[in-house]
């Protein structure tokens, strides 16, 4: 099982992007899944979190301004993010809980995609 995770990018302080995890694989069917973001010297930090239910958690930091969803179907949790700021400017890696039987879990990280903002 694999989490590919595309939409990094470049952009200008108050623009936005959507960054979006795909899990591929042998999947019975996935859980609890997340994005996470680690800036240079810094630890990596819980962004924001989606179950499968849909109930949803997010950092203080990123409260109004990111929203999370995921398409069932697909297997792919997005991460919405509009007015970014410079401090938001970090490596952002998804993760998930994934069923590959109906009694094995596996936590399972993407590569990380990078999300520079400029002031």
């Known amino acids: 099982v694999q989490l590919q995770a595309s939409g990094g990018g470049l952009v200008q302080a108050g623009e936005s992007l959507r960054l979006s995890c795909a899990a591929s694989?042998?999947?019975?069917?996935?859980?609890?899944m997340g994005w996470y973001r680690q800036a240079p010297g810094k630890q990596r930090e819980l962004v924001a979190a989606?179950?499968?239910?849909?109930?949803?958690n997010y950092a203080d930091s990123v409260k109004g301004r990111f929203t999370i969803a995921r398409d069932n179907a697909r297997n792919t949790v997005y991460l919405q993010m509009n007015s970014l700021q410079p401090e938001d400017t970090a490596v952002y890696y998804c993760?998930?809980?994934?069923?590959?039987?109906?009694?094995?879990?596996?936590?399972?990280w993407g590569q990380g995609t990078q999300v520079t903002v400029s002031s």
């Open positions: 989606i179950r499968s239910g849909g109930s949803t």
């Open positions: 993760n998930a809980d994934v069923l590959t039987t109906i009694a094995t879990k596996q936590n399972i």
């Open positions: 694989g042998r999947i019975f069917s996935v859980k609890d």
